[in-house]
């Protein structure tokens, strides 16, 4: 197996900061408010033609008692309103193939584990809530629609949450033959 290669100046790279330095790495950031008592806010990410490898997520939210949550394969009825998406080099940049919306209508889907962000409120008090698992990638599929949801079950009212994400578009490889 070869070693990837920084095009500048041939020191070896990881394989994240090789995608980045072909253009192939991207990310975006949206923050949204939530109601508390079981209030729900939502993105949608929608895979284009190329397999997405998640490479960082994170959310932070100033809220308590919220949970995060992925789900694949849902039925969208509204897309939302567009995020931002830009590529991690400015240079050789190529085009994304994915589309991030903030508040979507959805129904359905299947669910990955929840995660728990505590936080903390009161007098004297403050705590920021976040979910940040960089080092291990997530695989998700071409022509697909993911949500990622945050339940807002703390007294914070309303929430605020921020996600952020960071993923590479990768082609299917052609199979040895």
């Keep these: 197996m070869t070693a990837n290669k920084s095009k500048f100046d041939g020191s070896e790279l990881p394989s994240i900061e090789k995608r980045i ?6 990310e975006c950031s949206s923050k949204i408010q939530i109601a508390n ?21 994170q959310i932070t939210s100033n809220g308590n008692e919220l949970d995060y949550q992925a789900f694949g394969g849902v039925t969208v009825t509204s897309e939302g309103t ?4 830009v590529n991690r080099n400015s240079k050789d940049a190529q085009k994304t193939g994915v589309k991030v919306f903030h508040t979507p209508t959805v129904s359905g889907g299947q669910g990955v584990p929840p995660v728990y962000l505590p936080g903390s409120s009161g007098v004297g008090q403050i705590a920021v809530g976040q979910f940040n698992q960089d080092s291990f990638v997530r695989i998700l599929e071409a ?26 578009e990768i082609a299917e490889p052609t199979p040895a033959g």
């Design 143 to 168: 022509n697909t629609d993911y949500i990622a949801q945050i339940t807002n079950n703390g007294d914070i009212n309303p929430a605020n949450a921020e996600l952020y994400i960071m993923w590479s």
């Design 37 to 57: 008592a079981g209030g729900v806010g939502k993105w949608l990410l929608r895979t284009g033609k190329s397999r997405v490898v998640i490479h960082a997520r």
């Design 82 to 85: 567009p995020v931002q998406v």
């Design 21 to 26: 330095e072909d253009g192939f790495v991207f």
